[in-house]
């Protein structure tokens, strides 16, 4: 099994460019998420969805789009990336039940120059 | 809303020593709690988690978590650690009324020999 995929690994943008990183998940979970990880910070809530369709924002949304078309995919997209949005990116998934642990992607570390 | 403090940022040890790692929370309903892993390089992968029921809960790994709700608190803790033990670990909560999994800043557990 696949689990959470997150692509690419590595990324190097400059300032006001713009991306979208990939997620992908082949277990039918509802629930899918982004979290960025920065030093002392630990992970902070970008984006999550419920749902196809569904989307909400987390603790930290500002800069991110997300949209949820299909149950597997989960892309995040920087508009305009800003220095301030160099960090670790993961996506993380679980099934629609509460209290049902995350399972997270290997991770995407982005810098923005 | 809910929130997370974990205490110690590092927690030096030696191997074979007890070890406790510290995590509050913050919460106006009743949550779920959590205790997750990062090796280096790698996504977070479930320690283990206080759903209901009895407030101690175990891993398989020999780690264990006491949920105290009298003093919002669900600290880890291992009798005896291994080099194999130093990552980084992170307390999250998540309320009843809620979809959002909260993180802690999280604790890097370094084991000497």
């Known amino acids: 099994n696949a689990g959470v995929t997150q692509t690419p690994k590595f990324q190097v943008l400059k300032t006001g460019q713009s991306m979208t990183l990939q997620c992908a998940q082949d277990m039918n979970h509802e629930y899918m998420s982004w979290y960025r990880q920065d030093p002392g910070m630990g992970l902070r809530l970008i984006h999550y969805?419920?749902?196809?369709?569904?989307?909400d924002q987390g603790e930290v949304p500002n800069g991110y789009n997300v949209s949820r078309s299909t149950t597997e995919d989960f892309p995040l997209r920087l508009l305009s990336a800003a220095p301030s949005q160099t960090s670790v990116y993961f996506c993380?998934?679980?099934?629609?039940?509460?209290?049902?642990?995350?399972?997270f992607g290997n991770g995407t570390r982005l810098t923005v120059t | 809303a809910q929130s997370v403090t974990q205490l110690d940022s590092q927690v030096p040890v030696f191997e074979e020593a007890p070890v406790e790692l510290r995590c509050n929370y913050s919460s106006s309903v009743s949550v779920y709690l959590f205790w997750y892993v990062q090796y280096p390089n790698q996504g977070l992968q479930l320690l283990l988690k206080y759903l209901s029921g009895s407030t101690l809960v175990e891993s398989i790994n020999g780690f264990e978590a006491e949920f105290n709700k009298s003093q919002t608190s669900f600290h880890l803790r291992k009798p005896s650690v291994h080099i194999s033990d130093t990552a980084e670990y992170f307390c999250a909560v998540s309320a009843f009324n809620t979809d959002k999994l909260i993180f802690g800043t999280g604790t890097r557990l370094q084991v000497f020999p």
């Open positions: 969805s419920v749902g196809a369709g569904i989307t």
């Open positions: 993380a998934s679980r099934p629609d039940r509460a209290g049902s642990p995350l399972h």
